[in-house]
Nanobody, 125 residues
Framework: QVQLVESGGGLVQAGGSLRLSCAASGRTSSSRTMGWFRQAPGKEREFVAGISWRGGSTNYADSVKGRFTISRDNVKNTVYLQMNSLKYEDTALYLC??????????????????WGQGTQVTVSS
């Protein structure tokens, strides 16, 4: 089992920045691809970014490329999402997730089995 706890959300003006953190626990957490997803009211949950367990591969949604950066520290068992140049449409509940597969090198946009409770990001226009 993997437990995930997100933090770092808040209210920010458009153009501002936030850094989200996801603290993971569980024996295999550092060996899994990790992802960030988001869900806005009335919309489906969507993939935002992912990083392979060694950090060598990343994947981003087109809507955040060039603005968001995902990283991880396997010593601290923490995954980060640096969000710059935030837009109103980035407003959502951001959730951290761990892939079902252990040791995989491909960053998928589906197949995540473990989820945190989320942290709210609100961007004012």
């Amino acid at each position: 089992q993997v437990q995930l706890v997100e933090s770092g959300g808040g209210l920010v003006q458009a153009g501002g920045s936030l850094r989200l953190s996801c603290a993971a626990s569980g024996r295999t957490s550092s060996s899994r691809t990790m992802g960030w997803f988001r869900q806005a009211p009335g919309k489906e949950r969507e993939f935002v970014a992912g990083i392979s367990w060694r950090g060598g591969s990343t994947n981003y949604a087109d809507s955040v490329k060039g603005r968001f950066t995902i990283s991880r520290d396997n010593v601290k068992n923490t995954v980060y999402l640096q969000m710059n140049s935030l837009k109103y449409e980035d407003t959502a509940l951001y959730l951290c997730a761990a892939d079902h597969i252990i040791g995989g090198s491909v960053v998928r946009t589906t197949g995540y089995d473990f989820w945190g409770q989320g942290t709210q990001v609100t961007v004012s226009s």
